[in-house]
Structure formats: structure tokens, C-alpha cells
């Protein structure tokens, strides 16, 4: 990681956050589907964010992306997921993320 701006707990919340959003989004724009003019969800602004933490923690294997929408923040991931030298690499939770992040992944004995 380049600097100590985020500590994993505050990494967690943003996370956390993020996720609470998306979902708001999504229900709104399900809702407001049909409505043509309508898309309350600024995929400009959740870019945004992605770019600001893959900067910070000079994520240019794009962890925090897939994470986010390919694992769908852990929910979708496993033991078939993510494999590093014939080892399953856990990436359930956002504390999973932050440690692959910062040089310190987990993975399954």
C-alpha cells in the first residue's frame, strides 16, 4: 500500500458503505425502470471511488473491482474462485480484500 490512509477498519466501512449504496441504487433504478430520463445510480461517482482505493493501495491487479462485482463483495466466492500457487485464496469478506491488499493474504491449509 502506498500510504496509512486506511486502516482495515475504516477499509471495512467504506466497503460497507459502498455495498449499502449499491443496493439502495439498484432497488431505486428497479423501480424506476421504464422511466427513460431515470438512473438515479451515477456509475461516474461508484467509478470514482474504485479508482480513489485502487490509487491508495495501488491495486493494479484490480482486487477491489473483482471483489466488488465479480464476487459480488464475498458473497459469490468459492474455494474455486481464486487460486495463487496452487493455494485457495479466501476473499469472503473485506478484511480478506484488505490483507491481499496490503501483502498479508489468507489462505485455505
Known sequence: MKNEVFRKE????ILAEYE?????????NEAASG???FEFFDSE???????ILEEVFGDTNFWIGYFIFELDF?????EDSIEDDGKV??????????????????YLE
Not at 464475498?74 to 468459492?78: A, L
Not at 485464496?89 to 484488505?98: F, G, K, N, P
Open 35 to 37: 422511466l427513460e430520463f
Open 74 to 78: 464475498g458473497k459469490r466466492w468459492t
Open 89 to 106: 485464496v479466501i476473499l469472503q469478506t473485506a478484511e480478506d480484500l484488505y490483507d491481499l491488499l496490503v501483502g498479508n493474504p489468507k
Open 45 to 51: 461517482f461508484a467509478e470514482m471511488v474504485l479508482e
Open 20 to 28: 449499502r449504496l449499491d443496493g439502495i441504487y439498484d432497488r431505486i
Open 10 to 13: 475504516r477499509f471495512v466501512e
